[in-house]
């Protein structure tokens, strides 16, 4: 693997959480860790996992600790040490805040379909939260809602809607957009630090810590006019239930307008190495068909970049 190649092994977001859990309860070990990170900075990763390795002597029960040896393994390509430094780090923390699960998929040891852990995913954006829309919006040219905006006009027009529901709501940024459009807009997220920043704008009716899927499925029938979901996709696999609840929640003539990353694989989704997960054409299909909606409108867009590059992307509106 080249130096150059490094970068994408680290998202941003994820070196902000683990501050959070970076203390191993052994200050010997804490030392040895601090000074691993100091050579890993400087690019020398075989002394930041030397280091690594004498701290978790210290502390062999330190699950962070272990996920960034397996970091710096996969960094160096010594790709079965990464691995079980992985799998130690998700043998000591059910939660699995770390990531280490998705990591593993990423090499094709374990499932795809739901390694990415509700907790990690939290963990993460609690993190984030204060720098989020800088981050996404000033630095990834992130541009989910006003696609879902646009993709919706081809659709209806004009544009108004009774209760939405805007799943992965984030810090609110597609309720900005749509909250004028409707009468009322719930919003549902795993993060609280995340709600807490949309709280503050005051446009949700409501707002609930929780996974999509929990969330939708206490959705009453027919309750909804409108769901969004910009850009959640990527920390999702399978789609089945999450289009099956929509089809339920939605009212007749309701609209479901989501973003998602694109792959051209025949597989329904992969989990990129970008440690976010990309769904085909062909899997979106089976779900829309398996769900009784019906595709209305579809384009290939892309929401975001990466490291100066467009993201393959898609903007989907479907009906019920």
Not at 33 to 48: E, I, P, R, V
Request: glycine residues 10%.
């Amino acid at each position: 693997m080249r130096r150059s190649d490094v970068s994408f092994l680290t998202p941003a977001p994820y070196m902000r959480a683990m501050q959070s859990f970076r203390t191993s309860g052994d200050i010997t070990a804490d030392r040895r860790f601090a000074h691993a990170m100091g050579y890993k900075a400087q690019g020398d990763l075989s002394a930041a996992a030397e280091l690594v390795e004498q701290a978790l002597e210290q502390a062999p029960g330190w699950a962070a600790g272990w996920f960034a040896l397996g970091e710096l393994h996969e960094s160096t390509g010594q790709r079965e040490k990464a691995i079980g430094a992985y799998r130690r780090s998700s043998m000591l923390d059910e939660n699995d805040a770390a990531g280490a699960s998705a990591r593993l998929a990423r090499l094709g040891e374990i499932a795809a379909d739901g390694a990415m852990s509700y907790s990690h995913v939290a963990a993460l954006f609690d993190e984030y939260a204060p720098r989020f829309e800088q981050s996404l919006v000033g630095d990834l040219s992130y541009r989910g809602p006003a696609l879902l905006l646009e993709a919706l006009g081809h659709v209806r027009t004009p544009l108004a809607f009774g209760r939405a529901l805007d799943l992965g709501c984030g810090t609110g940024l597609a309720g900005e957009v749509f909250h004028p459009l409707c009468q009322e807009i719930v919003g549902v997220d795993l993060s609280e630090a995340m709600l807490a920043q949309a709280r503050r704008k005051g446009i949700y009716g409501d707002l609930a810590c929780a996974d999509v899927a929990s969330f939708l499925e206490k959705q009453p029938a027919q309750s909804a006019s409108l769901i969004l979901a910009a850009d959640v996709f990527v920390y999702l696999g399978d789609l089945t239930v999450i289009f099956q609840q929509a089809a339920r929640v939605l009212e007749p003539g309701g609209l479901f307008a989501f973003t998602a990353q694109r792959h051209e694989g025949a597989e329904p989704f992969i989990l990129n190495h970008d440690m976010r997960y990309a769904h085909s054409q062909a899997g979106m299909e089976v779900w829309v068909h398996a769900s009784g909606l019906r595709l209305i409108h579809r384009n290939e867009e892309w929401a975001r970049m990466d490291r100066g590059l467009p993201v393959p992307g898609l903007v989907a509106v479907l009906g019920r």
